[in-house]
């Protein structure tokens, strides 16, 4: 990369001559002035808001700053503080089951010769399909108080730290499956060659061998399930019962008490994990680049019969409670009044008659998704673009760079509390974007801004960093090059990138649960105060509304990417 | 080339740092229109950080260059007079072999069909004048790279800057690839700079050789020149085989133990250390130990220690008196059945006057 190139030099004194400055083509004030607008954009966008939530937290309700005198009234709570404990214990409660249970699935989909691997692999990212709200829901349906199998709790209630566990492990599994999937994919068949020709005995190839080479997919599995747990805000708001943790605080504080001072502290409280756990996870990534740049031969498993059919049993247990999960939810969807009267019924899609949005809210959220893949694709694709192709100003393309990289530290609780602040403050002049769809698709946008621009900038590092030069030495503009070359080499990964917005746009509560209005309420939102208001089934048809939505949307998508690929199979190296 | 020539290109006192590590150190240089020059040396020497200062992407720290009679130094690359060939070939992958040779055509507005003759006859320069419809992934290497060396060509620049272009291909295509480069070259006259660490393509593609060091140029010459004459010992290592002793100077002939060698020495004094150098085909050898030593001056008597079998010559390790260390030397493969050369056999070795190089060593 050259990335060196007008670095203002700090030696040119030794030399005693003075330092040349290239003259600036006109490309090159069009990349710098779009790297300048991006990072503007993020600074109103990110900085901003996370500033006024800051100092929001030590202000008094007049506005008159009090210091510390917030976090010392919440510190005093006993009920506030006990929150974190609660937080602190479901999240390393289901970073370590789900790492254990997901850690046996990618291994069975990757090491082992098992029958069916697509299909439990498909089976395994449903939740993704899903809003959270969606496995809790289910869960009351299987073991609340009117649930089928009650009784195998022995009395224990699900409405509680049971059923939240329970409940984060289903949708945060396909998130951990998929980085150990990764992680577990790029073996080398050499080691495995050598340790067996050193006759290895199984067990010690996994400890020496397997296992170290999953090490960075293991801590980075841990760091983000943590992360996903101790942020999430619907499961502990749908069947956490008196069970307190950080996230339903900040919403009990801001939407139910109107506290907006004491919510500003809780979202704080709630960001010092995230950004540990988000400084811990780019540690880990930044030592997985070195182990991954060795020439590799892929490892291909070989068929053994009794481990094969161990792995397929354990697979089929927990693609059964996927399944039964969903069914459970798609079922009682269709119940008239559970569980008294189980005749079938459409009336609980009639959302119209309910409180919550009605059809309006699916309408609002698909829309938001399509506003989110179609400008949040072409914006994150631009600014990754600009981060790795301009020539010089180092310094401005790291700044742009970090600010895509600070949404992942922030919850969306906390996006979301941080942008109340912020775009309802009387004197902001982008105030008239509040309570509008405009607001909600910036949020969202934000929200999923760095996993999006981290795929860009993969793409986008894997052609030639030389192109640009050719292109310069045969004085084509930077924009012929981009629109004829960089953008169709990386127009699958700009899908991928639109496919995961939409996902999210349709199935994310959290930022968005600060910030809808009644004109533009969500889906999402919708099932989560229905289930409020008592009305569980429509909030379950509401979720699978969403579930079904998603999943056409991700059909279509693989049959776009899957009609690209055959259609540039042979520029593509295969 | 002549002197009275014009210098294309004009590099002077050009300097590159990287932080604080010096890429390139106060260089100057000039090279002549229509010349094929290479920037030869060891990695990290600074030849392709050159190269590159010379195409402006990534500009020096000082210095100014002069490209036909006009100061490029502040130009951004957009605005320089060059074609660029990489290592990596970087063809755009999603455009077929006629699109990428037309890139830049398509960028002067010129008329498709001129655009469609001059890709056809570009291609038929290089030798590829069918699969116009293919992609990049379906060629071989060295096609791809012919294809990279037209569209380099192919809005008729000034300046055809190499950088390592045939490093990344299979040695038989590489050698036949570098005449037709050369060939090339001959045809359209083109100025030409090509960057290689590989002394065997210098020596056989330029008209002169860089050869570079540490950023700094350690000698400009004429592969002859390079090579017969190294004007320093890493030139003289770093090119070709070489036999390094260390020796002295007395009385106008170099002393190495009990032997002395004559040989120019220039007017170096007496006393001072030097190192004396001979290439391994430059000694001669024979079996006369009943003649007498003393005859010929610059003889010693050695000790084959062993043969290396190379094909056309056979490669000898001698081990000669006190101060020689283990020499290098090749014999035709004749010559060894000849002398029934085998290992410990005694022979004596002679180093020609007029093959002897000495470098005085730096105090």
């Given at each position: 990369m050259s990335s060196v190139a007008a670095l203002p030099v700090s030696a040119t004194s030794v030399s005693g001559a003075s330092s040349v400055r290239i003259r600036i083509s006109r490309d090159d004030i069009a990349l710098r002035s779009g790297l300048l607008l991006l990072i503007t954009l993020l600074v109103v966008a990110v900085v901003f808001p996370l500033y006024t939530l800051l100092s929001k937290s030590f202000e008094d309700m007049d506005g008159e700053f009090v210091g510390l005198q917030n976090f010392r009234e919440y510190f005093e709570t006993p009920a506030l503080f006990n929150s974190i404990t609660n937080s602190l214990g479901v999240a390393i409660s289901v970073a370590i089951i789900v790492l254990v249970l997901a850690f046996v699935y990618a291994y069975a989909l990757t090491r082992t010769k098992m029958p069916l691997r697509g299909l439990f692999r498909g089976i395994a990212l449903?939740?993704?399909?899903?809003?959270?709200?969606l496995a809790a829901i289910s869960l009351i349906y299987w073991f609340g108080n009117q649930g089928v199998l009650k009784s195998w709790l022995f009395g224990a209630s699900i409405y509680g730290p049971i059923g939240v566990i329970m409940a984060s492990c289903f949708w945060v599994f396909p998130h951990a499956l998929m980085i150990l999937v990764t992680a577990l994919s790029t073996a080398d068949a050499r080691l495995y060659e050598a340790a067996e020709a050193l006759r290895t005995p199984k067990w010690r190839v996994f400890w020496t061998v397997t296992l170290p080479g999953a090490k960075y997919g293991i801590l980075s599995t841990g760091f983000i399930v943590f992360t996903l747990v101790i942020t999430d805000f619907g499961v502990p708001k749908v069947i956490g019962g008196r069970f307190n943790v950080l996230a339903t605080d900040v919403y009990k504080q801001v939407v139910g008490q109107q506290n907006f001072e004491m919510g500003a502290v809780v979202s704080l409280v709630l960001l010092l994990p995230a950004v540990v756990a988000f400084i811990a996870d780019r540690w880990v990534q930044r030592k997985q680049v070195a182990l991954l740049s060795a020439r590799a031969v892929p490892f291909q498993p070989k068929a053994d019969p009794l481990r094969d059919w161990l792995f397929f049993s354990f697979c089929s247990i927990i693609a059964f409670i996927f399944i039964a999960m969903l069914a459970m939810a798609a079922y009682a969807s269709f119940i008239t009044f559970w569980p008294y009267n189980l005749s079938f019924t459409l009336?609980?899609?009639?959302?119209?008659?309910?409180?919550?949005?009605?059809w309006e809210a699916y309408y609002n959220s698909i829309r938001l998704a399509i506003y989110c893949a179609v400008f949040g694709s072409g914006l994150i694709f631009l600014g990754s673009y600009l981060v790795e192709?301009?020539?010089?100003?180092t310094w401005l393309r790291t700044i742009l760079h970090l600010g895509a990289m600070l949404p992942l530290a922030v919850p969306g609780l906390v996006l979301g509390i941080a942008y109340i602040f912020f775009f309802n403050h009387p004197d902001n002049p982008l105030g008239f974007l509040y309570g509008t769809m405009g607001i909600l698709v910036i949020c969202t946008i934000v929200h999923f801004y760095t996993v999006s621009h981290l795929t860009c900038l993969t793409a986008l590092k894997q052609?030639?960093?030389e192109f640009e030069a050719v292109a310069l030495s045969l004085k084509t503009p930077v924009w012929r090059t981009f629109r004829k070359v960089t953008l169709p080499v990386c127009l699958p990964a700009l899908l991928d990138v639109a496919s995961y917005l939409f996902l999210n746009a349709m199935t994310t509560v959290s930022a968005v649960v600060f910030l809808y209005s009644p004109e533009t309420m969500l889906a999402s939102v919708a099932v989560l105060n229905m289930d409020d208001a008592g009305d569980i089934a429509p909030a379950a048809a509401m979720a699978l509304m969403i579930v079904y939505t998603s999943a056409c949307f991700r059909i279509m998508h693989a049959l776009l990417s899957r009609y690209l690929k055959r259609r540039t199979q042979v520029w593509r190296n295969q | 080339m002549p002197e009275s020539k014009q210098a294309y290109l004009h590099i002077e006192n050009l300097t590159k740092y990287f932080g604080e590590f010096v890429a390139v150190s106060k260089l100057s240089l000039e090279i002549f229109s229509g010349e094929f020059i290479c920037f030869l040396g060891p990695s990290g020497c600074g030849k392709t950080t050159l190269l590159r200062a010379i195409a402006g992407l990534d500009p020096q720290s000082s210095g100014s260059i002069t490209q036909d009679g006009k100061n490029i130094s502040n130009l951004p690359p957009s605005e320089r007079d060059f074609g660029i060939v990489f290592q990596s070939y970087a063809l755009f992958p999603n455009l077929t072999v006629f699109q990428n040779v037309a890139y830049g055509l398509e960028n002067q507005r010129l008329p498709k069909e001129e655009i469609r003759k001059r890709v056809a006859s570009l291609l038929e320069l290089v030798g590829m004048p069918e699969h116009t419809e293919k992609y990049p992934a379906q060629l071989s290497g060295g096609e791809q790279q012919r294809v990279a060396l037209s569209r380099a060509l192919a809005t008729s620049p000034g300046l055809l800057l190499l950088d390592e272009p045939l490093s990344a291909l299979d040695a038989r295509v590489r050698v036949a690839l570098r005449q037709e480069i050369r060939a090339l070259h001959e045809r359209l006259g083109v100025t030409t700079i090509l960057v290689t660490h590989d002394q065997e393509e210098a020596l056989s593609m330029a008209d002169r050789i860089v050869v570079m060091n540490d950023g700094r140029i350690e000698q400009i010459g004429t592969p002859e020149e390079i090579y017969s004459t190294p004007a320093s010992p890493f030139v003289a290592d770093f090119i070709g085989v070489m036999n390094f002793m260390q020796g002295e100077i007395f009385s106008g002939k170099v002393r190495i133990g009990e032997n002395t060698f004559s040989c120019e020495t220039a007017n170096i004094q007496d006393g001072r250390k030097v190192r004396l150098t001979v290439r391994p085909e430059d000694i001669l050898c024979r079996t006369d130990s009943t003649s007498d030593q003393s005859v010929s001056l610059n003889s010693f008597a050695v000790k084959v220690e062993s043969l290396e079998f190379l094909g056309s010559f056979c490669r000898l390790i001698l081990s000669g008196p006190e101060g020689f260390g283990k020499l290098k030397a090749d014999l035709s493969t004749h010559q060894v059945h000849e002398l029934k050369v085998t290992q410990d056999s005694r022979l004596t070795a002679e180093f020609p006057s007029r093959n002897l190089r000495i470098f005085p060593e730096s105090s």
């Open positions: 449903i939740p993704i399909l899903a809003p959270s709200l009336d609980n899609y009639d959302f119209d008659l309910m409180d919550g949005g009605g192709k301009t020539r010089g100003v052609l030639d960093p | -």
